[in-house]
């Protein structure tokens, strides 16, 4: 086998969000061809976004994503609310992490239990391993559903929310409305914990990469709503330098452009990249569950990332109820932004990694110029070379089991194929 | 015996409304619609006993066939009912459901064979028809 082309073909990817697939050509160790295709069609988001008002863009970018709503809304927030000059302070902005801290709960225990354990444990789906691990899979569930309570409270819905507005919500809630939220948080912060200790036994490729991290941070707290672009190769940057540090092409095989730093190359958004730069900010059951699971100050093995995510969710847990704790309802729901002719620049850590927004507004509020850059899009080029890295010595494999771990390999960034479309199929073929 | 009507579709895709139509149409009460198949489903139903979803289906039959499926006695066979790429669809939440053990007592599912899912148009002629026949169909059981 070792001297045949080989062809590993995955024409529509599994436990992915949106529309992919892989191909990879190879003679022996050697990677002859690869290429991470997103062919889901793309949606011209930010064409439909010009003409339309500033208020606007939190409700149109919310719907570019199922899972990840909060994040295009607050990227977007943080955007015109920079444009204007304006700054959530207090509750306001302790709302906006509780929300946020809702999502990364509902979209990690989706990923974790349902996306990525699979792999780990030799299942197609969560619902063939669903009858060997009931336990895990109803706490999944049911973690999953804690994060829509959040979402819900705060945002009208659980899927596009409806409260989130530029310069707030139109609807804060009620001190009483929130501590309602606090059994079931903290049963759900135990559970990651229990989440956590399982995970970290799972057995994982020896495999690891020296990546470029990129996130956002910020010296008080573990960075998620807001924050300086910082990388472990010395980036830090104000969140508004974005293109003078970034820069993206389009590749003929995806539908995504491809996103690389302007003087270096690839580079890693998500858990993995957030925990390696900011990991002495984490809460105290989080760090102890990292500790625990063996986790040192950072992590370069990729398929660990599911220990990561799960060390996240206890942190999200604890710190939505240090946000509930700590609250007073503000007085006013929103502050008041007055729209200036000026281009706002707006990033967060969704789930999978940093999403960048950036709008041009003319003096009466309308949006001329719109510019998204999720993660997924971003991470296309780091799972290209995680691929890559990946083959050599393991050419021996048979296709099928080289292609699992292939497809494996590409789970792990949790990769939001419907985000990043502006894609997943897996091809592998031998010479 | 707790009764539930679960609606699932997209109301801004033609056809794929209609088991949201149906939801919307049944005099049971305490009828949902669920924009999208998901597990959360299974929290929908959590208490009920009796347990009817309507999803639209895209098996190749004849637009506004009606199938229906007893799905507490056996999985629904493979590539009848709409998908998602998005989400999660209504057949893998209720093997889901029944790997766990949290299947209602009684499961009936209806698929309406669809015609145009054309973003903006609504349900056409024959779809129309097949919901009528499954609300009937339902209100008099």
Known sequence: ?431 | MRRIVIGVGNPSRGDDGAGLEVARRVRTRGSYQVVCGSYEMIDVWEGAEDVVVVDAARSGSLAGTVHRFEAHSEPLPGGVLATSTHSIGVADAIEMARSLGRLPERLVVYGIEVQDVTPGAGLTARVERAVDEVVREIDGA
């Open chain 1, 1 to 431: 086998m070792s001297d045949a082309e080989r062809e590993i073909a995955v024409d529509y990817l599994a436990r992915v969000e949106g529309e992919g697939a892989m191909y990879l050509k190879l003679r022996g160790d050697e990677v002859l061809d690869l290429r991470f295709k997103i062919f889901e069609p793309p949606r011209f988001f930010e064409a439909f976004l010009r003409g339309r008002r500033f208020s606007e863009a939190p409700d149109i970018t919310a719907r570019i994503c199922g899972i990840c709503p909060i994040a295009y809304q607050t990227s977007a927030c943080n955007a015109m609310e920079a444009a204007a000059g304006v700054k959530l302070t207090g509750g306001l902005r302790d709302l906006r992490r509780l929300i946020y801290c809702g999502e990364w709960i509902e979209s990690h225990a989706l990923h974790v239990f349902f996306l990525h354990a699979p792999d780990f444990l030799g299942y197609q789906s969560a619902i063939a391993m669903a009858s060997d691990y009931p336990e895990q899979v109803a706490m999944g569930l049911r973690m999953k559903k804690i994060g829509n309570a959040v979402m819900t409270l705060l945002g009208g819905r659980e899927i596009h929310p409806i409260n989130v507005r530029v310069g707030g919500f139109y609807r804060v809630p009620t001190e009483r409305e929130l501590e309602a939220l606090v059994p079931d948080l903290e049963w759900a912060r135990d559970a990651a914990v229990a989440t956590t200790r399982w995970v970290s036994g799972l057995t994982f490729p020896d495999f690891e990469r020296d990546y470029e991290y990129v996130a956002l941070s910020h010296p008080d707290e573990y960075a998620i709503h807001e924050g300086r672009m910082v990388s472990n190769r010395g980036l830090d940057i104000a969140v508004e330098d974005w293109s003078e540090h970034f820069e993206e092409s389009h590749v003929s095989w995806s539908n995504a452009l491809h996103a690389r730093r302007k003087d270096g190359g690839a580079y890693h958004l998500g858990p993995m990249a957030r925990y390696s730069l900011n990991s002495h900010l984490l809460t105290p059951m989080a760090r102890a569950a990292a500790a625990e699971a063996g986790l040192g100050p950072t992590c370069n093995n990729p398929f660990q990332s599911i220990v990561v995510r799960s060390v996240e969710l206890v942190f999200a847990c604890e710190e939505a109820l240090r946000l509930i704790e700590s609250y007073r309802r503000p007085p006013t729901p929103f502050l008041e932004v007055e729209p200036r002719a000026v281009t706002g620049h707006g990033a967060s850590e969704a789930p999978r990694g940093t999403l960048y927004h950036r709008y041009a507004v003319d003096s009466d509020g309308f949006i001329t110029e719109a510019h998204i850059v999720p993660p997924t899009s971003q991470n296309q080029l780091s799972i290209e070379e995680d691929l890559r890295a990946y083959v050599p010595g393991r050419s021996h494999l048979s296709d099928d089991e080289l292609q699992w771990q292939l497809e494996q390999a590409i789970r792990c960034y949790d990769p939001c194929i419907s985000c990043a479309t502006h894609f997943l199929d897996l091809t592998v073929e031998r010479e």
